[in-house]
């Protein structure tokens, strides 16, 4: 008789890596969000590209850390008002 493997859903500590666009308006340019989220959350935070002007901000970030802490720090991010969206990462881009 074969036994079932029982898949569990991915538990809220695995470690986890996502690479996010966050887009600021011009009201929020001067706010330090990347610091924020790096001492609210424990993740470890990573810009990888970035363009700031007068009028926007588009960061490439990189956040690093148990899954439900980069989930509540992307969520934090939204209510503050930050777009946020995934990189998608291509072949080339990897």
Not at 5 to 32: C, D, E, G, H, V
């Amino acid at each position: 008789m074969a036994t079932k493997k029982k898949f569990s859903a991915t538990k809220p500590n695995s470690p986890m890596q996502q690479r996010l666009w966050l887009m600021y308006p011009p009201k929020l340019i001067k706010k330090p969000f990347i610091y924020e989220v790096g001492h609210k959350f424990k993740v470890v935070t990573n810009i990888r590209q970035a363009s700031v002007t007068d009028e926007i901000g588009i960061v490439c970030l990189e956040l690093d850390g148990p899954r439900d802490e980069v989930k509540a720090a992307v969520q934090w991010l939204v209510k503050q008002g930050v777009n946020v969206e995934p990189v998608e990462i291509g072949v080339i881009a990897g």
